[in-house]
């Protein structure tokens, strides 16, 4: 992988992120919703993995808010991350998700929730969330649905609904 470049999203790769959502996930909805977070969404992060002058990857961080018995708070989802099947499982879908973390810790942000495999998002730190009190709205399965402290102790005393925005759709 040393030859693919892990950057921001610019202006230009609006495209390119579409292709690559609709090629990794053989079906448009993916591009769909990034393309409406990259217009609701505040703020929105995005990381793009480029090889050469090829798009092979893509990751959006977009806020969520937890509902807590407390207060509302607001937190961050990763979602969707997309690598082109022909350069998955070369450790780009990795690359994308450290490197967001890492952007998403530098912002100030403290808790990421993802829907995702159980076997991939644990390496990052991600665990179950319905046992630390959180669940999510729309109703993800629980060993889908995840969450990652950023800063140790951000969930403490917090329990409630993660609220995911309309723009995130129904759970498959």
């Given at each position: 992988m040393?030859?693919?470049?892990?950057?921001?999203?610019?202006?230009?790769?609006?495209d390119?992120?579409?292709?690559?959502?609709?090629?990794?996930?053989?079906?448009?909805?993916?591009?769909?919703?990034?393309e409406?977070?990259?217009?609701?969404?505040r703020?929105?992060?995005?990381l793009v993995?480029?090889?050469?002058?090829?798009?092979?990857?893509?990751?959006?961080?977009a806020p969520?808010?937890?509902?807590?018995?407390?207060?509302?708070?607001t937190?961050?989802?990763?979602?969707?991350?997309?690598?082109r099947?022909?350069?998955?499982?070369?450790?780009?879908?990795?690359?994308?998700?450290r490197?967001g973390?890492a952007?998403?810790?530098?912002?100030?942000r403290?808790v990421?929730?993802?829907v995702?495999?159980?076997a991939?998002?644990?390496?990052?730190?991600?665990v179950?969330?319905?046992?630390?009190?959180?669940?999510s709205?729309?109703?993800?399965?629980?060993?889908?649905?995840m969450?990652?402290?950023?800063t140790?102790?951000?969930?403490?005393?917090r329990?409630g609904?993660?609220?995911?925005?309309?723009?995130?759709?129904?759970?498959r």
């Amino acid at each position: 992988m040393s030859t693919v470049e892990i950057r921001a999203e610019r202006a230009a790769d609006v495209d390119a992120v579409r292709a690559v959502h609709a090629e990794a996930f053989g079906r448009p909805d993916e591009a769909v919703l990034v393309e409406r977070l990259r217009e609701r969404a505040r703020p929105y992060l995005a990381l793009v993995a480029v090889e050469g002058e090829d798009m092979v990857g893509h990751v959006v961080f977009a806020p969520v808010t937890l509902h807590c018995y407390q207060a509302p708070y607001t937190i961050t989802a990763l979602a969707p991350l997309a690598v082109r099947p022909a350069w998955q499982r070369r450790g780009i879908g990795s690359a994308l998700v450290r490197d967001g973390l890492a952007a998403c810790r530098a912002a100030g942000r403290d808790v990421v929730v993802v829907v995702g495999h159980s076997a991939f998002y644990p390496r990052f730190g991600f665990v179950r969330a319905r046992p630390l009190g959180l669940m999510s709205e729309p109703a993800y399965p629980d060993e889908a649905f995840m969450v990652a402290e950023l800063t140790p102790g951000a969930l403490r005393g917090r329990r409630g609904v993660v609220l995911y925005s309309a723009d995130y759709g129904e759970p498959r």
